[in-house]
């Protein structure tokens, strides 16, 4: 990975579209750092369109899209896509998205409390559309390791549901969906764009944003990433100096310099 003032001009020039990852790659802990919030305007008003690719929830979505200098948010790992179309706030939902998840969170939650009895619910999954997550490294309290994690990934995967594992959750689904998927697909029929690889860059912290970093030649790591560096096949193009929201507003000054 090269360090990302190594990017050139040239290829600053082919970017309206920064896609980023949220916990862990805009974050530092919470609150969200008041650079980082700044960052994001700064991007906007350069002309640079952001969209946070993200495994939080529908519901956090819903409200941010109104409240963040953001183009659209894609949430819960891609079941989801929150945007605003004059002035009015639309959702686009994969079509892979089962309509009985009632039934689909029982069967993933049954399978891992019955290796995993005290493995905890996300905090937020009360406002979660399709996706069901296991905390792992969120609230201090119930944290487990990485392994333990993707083995509670596998054990969902075990009766047929998708998932990833990232810097904070184990997000378990059924429907074939997941960031990449749907960031094309959300790009192809909403926006109209067959090839976003060729105008965006893709900013994340963790492995699950693995499939990311392969498909788009810009992408960028927060130097958090090389926690995860070992578990990784593909890597990013790309790391900053600084880690989590830091090392996004430092990234985000790089590119607003070189688009002028």
Same mark, same amino acid.
């Given at each position: 990975?090269?360090n990302?003032n190594?990017?050139?001009?040239e290829?600053v020039s ?19 750092l008041p ?8 991007l906007?008003? !350069?002309g640079f369109k952001?969209i946070?690719?993200?495994?939080r929830?529908?519901?956090w979505?819903a409200v +941010?899209?109104?409240d963040w ?5 894609i949430a819960?790992?891609?079941?989801v896509?929150?945007?605003?179309? +004059?002035?009015?706030?639309? !959702?686009f939902v994969?079509?892979?998205?089962p309509?009985?998840k009632?039934?689909?969170h029982?069967?993933i ?8 009895p ?5 905090m937020?999954?009360f406002?979660r559309?399709n996706d069901?997550?296991? +905390? ?6 119930d ?7 993707k083995d509670?990934?596998?054990?969902a ?6 998932? +990833? ?6 997000n378990t ?11 094309l697909?959300?790009?192809?029929e ?5 090839d976003p690889?060729?105008c965006?860059?893709y900013f994340g912290?963790a492995a699950?944003d693995?499939?990311m970093f392969?498909?788009?030649p810009?992408?960028c790591?927060?130097a958090?990433?090389v926690?995860?560096?070992r578990?990784?096949?593909h890597?990013?193009k ?7 929201g830091k090392?996004?507003a430092?990234?985000?000054?790089i590119?607003?310099?070189l688009?002028?």
């Open positions: 990975m090269k990302i190594e990017i050139t001009k290829e082919k970017i309206k579209y920064v896609l980023t990852d949220i916990d862990g790659t805009l974050t530092n802990g919470w609150p969200l650079e980082t919030y700044a960052a994001l305007w700064r906007k008003e !350069a952001v946070p690719v993200t495994g929830t529908a519901g979505a +941010n899209i109104t200098p953001v183009e659209a948010i819960e790992s891609g079941s896509v929150y945007y605003l179309e +004059n002035g009015s706030r639309k !959702a994969h079509p892979s998205v309509k009985d009632e039934t689909a029982k069967k939650l049954d399978a891992v409390r019955a290796k995993y005290n493995v905890k619910v996300s937020d999954q406002s559309f069901f997550a296991f +905390n792992y490294a969120e609230e201090k309290e944290a487990l390791s990485f392994e333990t994690a509670i990934l596998a054990t995967e075990s009766v047929g549901a998708h998932g +990833n594992v990232s810097s904070i959750h184990v689904w059924f429907g074939d969906y997941d960031k990449l998927p749907m960031t697909l959300y790009f192809k909403k926006l109209g764009i067959d690889a060729s965006a860059i912290d699950n693995e499939h392969e498909h788009f810009m992408s790591g927060v958090n990433i926690k995860y560096a578990y990784m096949e890597l990013p790309y790391v900053t100096s600084g880690e989590g090392g996004f430092e990234a985000a000054d590119l607003i310099e688009k002028k």
